[in-house]
């Protein structure tokens, strides 16, 4: 069965630092892999997603994802934070044959000024 | 406007209540789903229709039902709501001929509380 974990469930960092949420599948068959993110009082919102068409994928507002097979990772990535960063963030995965998403836990973000 | 609306925004009930949860959307897609959301569980799905003749129960059906009134419409009702029924719950929509790899698009959420 598939299955997606995020390790830390907050993290924090000081504005202008490296951002890095960590994302890990566990999936027999190749995975689509998504990154959302969740502003307070509001729906989810796609960042990113890993189509196999390229391993490194950039989204919006300064993010990547890099897609490493050997390590069944997918972990985010924001070489400077910023405020408006703070936000909760969520993996998900599916594959072919399904359209059912398969949700992390989350991971909270915490920007410090 | 919103593309994917959800009322009410927030619902406070008491337990055995009937209470029915709405959903629309102006994409235009044929899929749609129902999530709820608990604090360190992520989001689970409860529902999900390929399109209006075609409903799916999800993880966590149990306690809930579904209605697809129409390809814009989507109600998620709790036929008799108790207190572990207190949530977050969010409708999703997706276009449905993309594949998996297609992007959902979330409503705002609902905010529930079952006293």
């Known amino acids: 069965a598939q299955s997606v974990t995020q390790l830390g469930s907050h993290v924090s960092v000081s504005e202008g630092a490296l951002v890095l949420l960590r994302c890990n599948y566990s999936?027999?068959?190749?995975?689509?892999l998504f990154w959302y993110v969740q502003y307070p009082n509001q729906g989810l919102q796609l960042l990113l997603k890993y189509t196999s068409a390229a391993t490194l994928v950039k989204g919006i507002n300064g993010f990547e994802a890099e897609f490493k097979k050997s390590e069944t990772s997918f972990h985010l990535t924001k070489p400077s934070a910023h405020m408006s960063d703070a936000a909760e963030y969520f993996c998900?995965?599916?594959?072919?044959?399904?359209?059912?998403?398969?949700f992390g836990t989350g991971t909270r973000l915490k920007v410090l000024a | 406007d919103a593309d994917v609306t959800q009322t009410p925004r927030n619902r406070i009930t008491k337990t055995g209540k009937r209470i029915m949860l709405e959903c629309s959307q102006t994409?235009?897609?044929?899929?749609m789903y129902w999530y709820r959301q608990d604090p360190g569980l992520g989001l689970q799905l409860i529902y999900y229709?390929?399109?209006?003749?075609?409903?799916n129960k999800g993880e966590i059906s149990d306690g809930y039902s579904v209605s697809r009134q129409a390809q814009a419409k989507f109600s998620l009702s709790l036929e008799s709501a108790i207190p572990n029924q207190t949530a977050l719950y969010f409708c999703?929509?997706?276009?449905?001929?993309?594949?998996?790899?297609?992007?959902?698009?979330f409503g705002p959420g609902t905010r529930l509380l079952v006293l």
């Open positions: 229709s390929f399109d209006v003749k075609d409903i």
């Open positions: 994409k235009g897609h044929d899929r």
């Open positions: 999936s027999s068959v190749p995975p689509y």
């Open positions: 999703a929509t997706s276009e449905g001929r993309r594949g998996p790899q297609e992007t959902q698009y």
């Open positions: 998900a995965a599916t594959h072919s044959g399904t359209y059912k998403y398969i």
